[in-house]
């Protein structure tokens, strides 16, 4: 699929290589397209699976290099998994988008707009843990933000996720302004199909600035889990998901 970059760039896009490396995966995303639908053009494959082509070269343009916050800092490389917006999963189809954002050290984060139910519109998948930092025990966060437009509940939930045996290892909610009981399974995602092996809640979110948020440790065992987020209170932005490994 490397062969879509200099495609691209006809376009007049100019990627720095964690843009183009998305460009990479998501082009991979159309080739598989064009296999399962042959009578595709490549271009509109291409187009499909990247969006708004003027959006991502915008996103080139206002790009810094992102930082870990410093609580993060004395911890050892090799024992972080650092995914941001460049290796993050943000699903369009239900309103995800990788906006700017001048609070973000990158510039960039991934939006989460508010819904009825928590969308899960932003998805930090285990598919290159194997080359990345490898499987195994790592405890979770999220740098996120939230504009919250509610007085009471969860200003955002989030959630390991075991996409193979189709269950959840644990859900945080993160209640608005004080302390509060965990949302329910039923409040988290009313399909009676999710269920979570626990649900607890989390620090209270107090305002719209990015703090780093404890989802807690995890055993990820294999390629086909993630972890996710959601918010019925207002927008919320997440600037990138930190594994430190626990084992």
Request: aromatic fraction near 8%; glycine fraction near 10%.
């Amino acid at each position: 699929a490397d062969h879509h970059v200099p495609q691209v760039r006809q376009f007049g896009q100019h990627f720095d290589h964690g843009l183009a490396v998305l460009v990479r995966d998501q082009a991979a995303l159309a080739d598989q397209l064009l296999d399962d639908h042959p009578h595709r053009d490549r271009r509109l494959a291409l187009g499909l699976v990247l969006g708004d082509l003027d959006e991502l070269a915008q996103q080139a343009v206002i790009r810094k290099p992102g930082s870990l916050p410093a609580c993060f800092r004395d911890i050892p490389p090799e024992d972080i998994i650092n995914m941001d917006d460049t290796s993050v999963n943000v699903i369009g189809r239900v309103g995800g988008r990788v906006v700017a954002d001048a609070k973000s050290t990158s510039g960039l984060a991934m939006k989460v707009p508010r819904a009825a139910t928590p969308s899960w519109a932003v998805q930090a998948m285990t598919g290159r843990f194997g080359s990345w930092g490898g499987f195994g025990r790592y405890h979770v966060y999220a740098v996120v933000r939230c504009e919250i437009k509610a007085d009471k509940g969860a200003a955002f939930v989030g959630g390991v996720w075991d996409n193979r045996n189709r269950v959840g290892l644990g859900a945080v909610s993160f209640p608005v302004g004080k302390p509060a009981p965990p949302l329910t399974a039923k409040e988290i995602d009313p399909n009676p199909l999710v269920s979570f092996a626990t649900i607890t809640s989390g620090t209270p979110v107090t305002d719209g600035e990015y703090h780093v948020y404890d989802f807690g440790v995890y055993d990820f065992a294999h390629a086909d889990m993630l972890v996710w987020v959601g918010t019925t209170a207002g927008d919320m932005y997440v600037e990138r998901f930190v594994f430190v490994r626990a084992d």
